[in-house]
């Protein structure tokens, strides 16, 4: 099982080998193909060990799972004895069991911890170099003191909350470009729309707290590792910003910007902040503390004000539109998975393989999931984009599919999902007419 009940992000980008397609068609093939592989978890190691000594320590760099989705094939620098693994070169390769989810993420395989991250790699070195440190970071996250199961920050669904942030992160875009008095002023504004932000949603500042200590950090040592040898510095991370300000979904995303920023600020005003960030366990709040909160009014109409050069106007006629496709989507959701019939699996610490990108904030009903792969004890559920989506409940507890289902012993088919039961877990109808829960038999 993995350690996280969140997986991380899924990056897509070209193999770094034409070979790699043939991971699906036997282990003898690919342990001729692996060479490829192997450059590139060697070339990460060494300029992981590089860099490694100024964030958190030699631990960053160890041992990796490399898998591909579609057969399962694993080539990772562990030998891991008991794992069934044949040796090809420097590496090993295998097949990673079908109890084990498959995601980037960081998981315990035969006693070790290991970071996984899915085949193909992105033929991008910057790409590929941070997705592997990032796994690599939440290998050791748990040992640092700062893993965390964050809260989902389902208020930057809503039009105030994108906008708010799309403001933050334009302000930290500036911070990281500039020097002197401006960078300061560019990271002070930064500050004020995100304590603005949090003052509209109370709960706020904690959800965005936990999100940027478990997924921010990562991507904030990814990109400094991917950055030991670029000449472009801020520049690649102010692109990599703008990038996650283009998804459709900032819920489970916006940390992949904000993380980073907040990072390599504090690395300028605050050196030693690692030291300190696990008592305090918010990015933002040391970037406060070492920069000072100057007097100011924050009424909106002053904010606003403040916020003009950062492109508020655009920005705030966007989010009106968006919000207005928003609740249409909303209705829709709620018809298909609260109001219509459907199959209900409750099962607490439900683990998940998703699209962080495109996750839809139901308010106190859950999240929303288009896409993804889900597993807990009755089983694994594989939901296609052809499908209604999945609605999970806020607690991790209740996962909702559309019915009507189609039973086939223990495969149970519905509109573009899956579900495969586990042993001793049945389908029967639930208690709400055209319903169907799945249950542990007796």
């Given at each position: 099982?993995t350690?996280?009940?969140?997986?991380?992000?899924?990056?897509?980008?070209?193999?770094?080998?034409?070979?790699?397609?043939?991971?699906?068609?036997?282990?003898g093939?690919?342990?001729?193909?692996?060479?490829?592989?192997g450059?590139?978890?060697?070339?990460?190691?060494?300029?992981?060990?590089?860099?490694?000594?100024?964030l958190?320590?030699?631990?960053?760099?160890?041992?990796?799972?490399?898998?591909?989705?579609?057969s399962?094939?694993?080539?990772?620098?562990?030998?891991?004895?008991?794992?069934?693994?044949?040796?090809?070169?420097?590496?090993?390769?295998?097949?990673?069991?079908?109890?084990?989810?498959?995601?980037?993420?960081?998981?315990?395989?035969?006693?070790e911890?290991?970071?996984?991250?899915?085949?193909?790699?992105?033929?991008?070195?910057?790409?590929?170099?941070?997705?592997?440190?990032?796994?690599?970071?939440?290998?050791?996250?748990k040992?640092?003191?700062?893993?965390?199961?964050?809260?989902?920050?389902?208020?930057?669904?809503?039009?105030?909350?994108?906008?708010?942030?799309r403001?933050?992160?334009?302000?930290?875009?500036?911070?990281?470009?500039?020097?002197g008095?401006?960078q300061?002023?560019?990271?002070?504004?930064?500050?004020?729309?995100?304590?603005h932000?949090?003052?509209?949603?109370?709960?706020?500042?904690?959800?965005?707290?936990?999100?940027?200590?478990?997924?921010?950090?990562?991507?904030?040592?990814g990109?400094?590792v991917?950055?030991?040898?670029?000449t472009?510095?801020?520049?690649?991370?102010?692109?990599t910003?703008?990038?996650?300000?283009?998804?459709?979904?900032?819920?489970?995303?916006?940390?992949?910007?904000?993380?980073?920023?907040?990072?390599l600020?504090?690395?300028?005003?605050?050196?030693?902040?690692?030291?300190?960030?696990?008592?305090?366990?918010?990015?933002?709040?040391?970037?406060?503390a070492?920069?000072?909160?100057?007097?100011?009014?924050?009424?909106?109409?002053?904010?606003?004000?403040?916020?003009?050069?950062?492109g508020?106007?655009?920005?705030?006629?966007?989010?009106a539109?968006?919000?207005?496709?928003?609740?249409?989507?909303?209705?829709?959701?709620?018809?298909?998975?609260?109001?219509?019939?459907?199959?209900?699996?409750?099962?607490?610490?439900v683990?998940?393989s998703?699209?962080?990108?495109?996750?839809?904030?139901?308010?106190?009903?859950?999240?929303?999931y288009p896409?993804?792969?889900?597993?807990?004890?009755?089983?694994?559920?594989?939901v296609?984009?052809?499908?209604?989506?999945?609605?999970?409940?806020?607690?991790?507890?209740?996962?909702?599919?559309?019915?009507?289902?189609?039973?086939?012993?223990?495969?149970v088919?519905?509109?573009?999902?899956?579900?495969?039961?586990?042993?001793?877990?049945?389908?029967?109808p639930?208690?709400?007419?055209?319903?169907?829960?799945?249950?542990?038999?007796?």
């Amino acid at each position: 099982m993995t350690w996280l009940t969140t997986p991380l992000r899924l990056r897509h980008g070209l193999s770094l080998l034409a070979a790699c397609a043939s991971v699906a068609t036997s282990l003898g093939a690919q342990r001729a193909d692996t060479a490829g592989v192997g450059a590139a978890l060697a070339a990460f190691q060494s300029r992981c060990r590089e860099t490694a000594a100024s964030l958190w320590g030699t631990r960053l760099c160890g041992g990796i799972v490399l898998v591909d989705p579609s057969s399962r094939v694993v080539v990772t620098n562990r030998r891991l004895p008991d794992a069934g693994l044949s040796a090809a070169g420097s590496l090993w390769v295998g097949r990673l069991p079908d109890s084990v989810m498959v995601a980037n993420t960081a998981f315990q395989w035969h006693g070790e911890a290991l970071a996984m991250v899915m085949l193909p790699l992105s033929s991008d070195d910057f790409d590929r170099t941070t997705l592997l440190a990032h796994e690599s970071f939440h290998r050791i996250q748990k040992s640092l003191g700062l893993w965390i199961m964050e809260q989902p920050s389902v208020h930057l669904d809503e039009r105030a909350g994108r906008t708010w942030l799309r403001l933050e992160v334009q302000a930290l875009a500036y911070a990281l470009t500039t020097r002197g008095e401006a960078q300061r002023a560019h990271a002070r504004a930064a500050l004020a729309f995100r304590a603005h932000r949090q003052r509209l949603f109370p709960d706020a500042r904690a959800r965005e707290d936990s999100l940027e200590l478990q997924e921010g950090l990562a991507e904030h040592a990814g990109q400094v590792v991917a950055s030991a040898r670029s000449t472009l510095g801020p520049l690649r991370t102010v692109r990599t910003m703008d990038g996650v300000m283009r998804r459709p979904s900032y819920v489970r995303s916006f940390a992949y910007a904000t993380g980073p920023a907040y990072g390599l600020l504090l690395d300028q005003f605050a050196p030693g902040w690692r030291t300190r960030i696990a008592r305090v366990r918010s990015l933002a709040g040391l970037l406060t503390a070492a920069l000072g909160t100057p007097s100011r009014d924050t009424t909106e109409s002053a904010l606003v004000a403040l916020a003009q050069p950062y492109g508020y106007p655009a920005i705030d006629a966007a989010e009106a539109d968006r919000e207005a496709r928003r609740n249409a989507q909303l209705a829709a959701v709620r018809t298909t998975l609260v109001d219509g019939p459907v199959v209900r699996l409750t099962q607490r610490g439900v683990m998940r393989s998703f699209d962080p990108n495109t996750l839809i904030a139901m308010d106190s009903l859950g999240m929303a999931y288009p896409t993804g792969e889900f597993g807990a004890a009755w089983g694994k559920l594989v939901v296609s984009a052809s499908s209604d989506g999945a609605l999970l409940s806020s607690d991790f507890a209740l996962l909702r599919i559309a019915g009507p289902p189609a039973i086939d012993g223990r495969t149970v088919r519905g509109k573009g999902w899956v579900l495969e039961l586990a042993e001793g877990w049945q389908l029967v109808p639930g208690a709400r007419a055209g319903d169907f829960e799945v249950r542990g038999r007796p």
